[in-house]
């Protein structure tokens, strides 16, 4: 299956998903730049992590106003698979794809480990990989990844089974509500998350927790 990974200036995680997709897939995903307004016939498009234009606004407010992101909302619309991870989460959420937003951390200090993942829902095109419940390692490594939205907002996000990931054992590194990782949106195509699972997905890394993201999101639905 075909990928494209959407580049923004002052991305750092860009090359780490880019290694991730080839790795999996088997195939090199499409290098995107932000001022593009085509993406071609792909299956999955990832914007990945980093500080698109240095957060010097909000956390991805300008990279959200890119050409490429009215593309990004017709295929979305269309059915493709969509993943933001870190910055990309933030950059969903700013252009309207995902609800909510992400805030500073509650210690206001940026956080760099390893945390626990539970997977809150396995019946999605980016879980289906993993069972309910699962445990999974993954790092993380943001300065605003406190996600929060309208109590309105969190009770159709739990009701309809749209969290996807929650932080496990008392490992919220951010204060987000309900523990929420990572959510989904209505068409459930779209999913943003705070980790990094392109950063454990071979022996290399210490482990593959993540691998059964892409391989859930490269793969159809069982």
Request: hydrophobic share 40%.
């Amino acid at each position: 299956m075909k990928s494209a990974v959407i580049l923004f200036p002052g991305l750092n995680r860009d090359r780490d998903m880019i290694a991730a997709l080839g790795k999996i897939s088997g195939e090199e995903p499409a290098k995107i730049w932000h001022t593009d307004t085509e993406i071609g016939d792909v299956d999955l498009i990832v914007v990945p992590g980093g500080f698109s234009y240095g957060d010097y606004l909000r956390a991805g407010a300008i990279a959200a106003r890119s050409p490429i992101m009215d593309t990004i909302r017709k295929k979305a619309e269309a059915g493709v698979k969509v993943i933001g991870v870190c910055n990309g989460f933030q950059i969903l959420c700013e252009a309207g794809l995902l609800p909510g937003a992400l805030m500073r951390n509650a210690s206001l200090k940026f956080v760099c480990r390893e945390v626990k993942l539970e997977v809150a829902n396995a019946d999605t095109a980016f879980t289906h990989h993993y069972a309910k419940g699962d445990i999974l390692r993954c790092p993380v490594a943001h300065h605003d990844g406190n996600y929060f939205a309208e109590q309105s907002v969190i009770d159709e996000l739990e009701n309809n089974n749209r969290v996807a990931f929650r932080y496990a054992e008392g490992t919220n590194p951010n204060g987000s509500i309900n523990d929420i990782a990572g959510i989904l949106n209505e068409q459930g195509n779209v999913l943003g998350m705070m980790p990094h699972p392109e950063n454990l997905i071979e022996a290399f890394h210490g482990g593959a927790d993540g691998r059964g993201l892409f391989e859930s999101a490269l793969t159809k639905v069982a």
